[in-house]
């Protein structure tokens, strides 16, 4: 398999810590591409430009995180989605990937507009960040050792996606139970395998 990433997308995260749990990384070769530059491979396998996309095997290109995700559970285990307390799961995964997608909303609406922090949109974007947060503070997911699963798969990416996009504020000061949650997932081998950098 192909997957086209960058090194700093959440969704690609999600993705890639879908892989390492599940040891597929020797079958699945990365290819770094700026999404903005559209490459012309790239286009061909997504329209929309975006990453992470997935090449199977036999060809098909599966772009969208969530797709590739319901894919690679179908190859591998363990589940991203366990049926074992799903709503739950999925419950806690839910304001942490609204809050992720709005991070991702801010850091692109800059491209277009110097006052997107400050405008109806990116203000409503932010509140989301700050309340998926208070949410995944008041409920945390398990911890990795336990499960892996989308609820710690999203809670991780969203806690050191913000933290490394938006480095004018400690967003985990008034979270003491989400902050001791990330600790305790420190040095767990697919969070270390899959932070973001530039
Ligand atoms: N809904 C998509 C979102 C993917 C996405 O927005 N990826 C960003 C990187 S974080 C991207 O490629 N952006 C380029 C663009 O918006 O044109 C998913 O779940 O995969």
Known sequence: MHLYINTTSPFVRLVRLAIEEK???DRVELEVVDPWGDPAAF???NPAGRVPTLITDDGHAIAEAH???RYLDDIAGPSVFPSDGLAETLA???PALGAT???TA????RKSSDSFDTDMVGSKRFRSIAEGLKRL???PPRDFSDRPD????AAVTLIDYVTFRFTDRDWLADLPNLRQWRDRQQGHPSVEATMPYI
């Not at 989308?150 to 798969?153: G, L, V």
């Open 150 to 153: 989308i609820a710690n798969f």
């Open 92 to 94: 806690i995964a839910a």
């Open 101 to 103: 997608e709005a991070s």
């Open 137 to 139: 503070d008041a409920n």
């Open 23 to 25: 040891g597929l990384s």
């Open 106 to 109: 801010i850091i692109i609406g």
């Open 43 to 45: 286009l061909k396998a």
């Open 67 to 69: 797709l590739i995700l």
